[in-house]
């Protein structure tokens, strides 16, 4: 069983940056394709960035602005973002074992991690 467990998530102003975690319980997870998802209250969880053997993808509104990488000696998963606007503000998710940015096709999902930008 995966286990995934978000951290870095906090309050920030406009223009600052945070830097989100993804702690893996198993080395295998990181093996296989990883992503942030993200959802504000009221919408639907959206894709952010994925990461499949250091290939990264990013959605518009997170290309230029966030970094995804992971360090698989931890077994963890990394979203930087830099440029935050208020618009970003909604929980973060890492996800671990599914296709692109379809969230109903991944398998392992962390708890979440809430940003929030004023």
């Known amino acids: 069983q995966v286990q995934l467990v978000e951290s870095g998530g906090g309050s920030v102003q406009t223009g600052g940056s945070l830097r989100l975690a993804c702690a893996a319980s198993?080395?295998?997870?990181?093996?296989?394709?990883m992503a942030w998802f993200r959802q504000a209250p009221g919408k639907e969880r959206e894709g952010v960035a994925t990461i499949y053997r250091d290939v990264t993808n990013y959605v518009d509104f997170a290309k230029g602005r966030f970094t995804i990488s992971q360090d698989n000696v931890k077994n963890t998963l990394y979203l930087q973002m830099n440029g935050l606007k208020p618009e970003d503000t909604a929980m973060y998710y890492c996800?671990?074992?599914?296709?692109?940015?379809?969230?109903?096709?991944?398998?392992?999902w962390g708890q979440g991690t809430q940003v929030t930008v004023s």
């Open positions: 996800a671990a074992d599914g296709v692109g940015f379809i969230a109903r096709s991944y398998n392992y």
């Open positions: 198993t080395y295998t997870a990181t093996r296989e394709r």
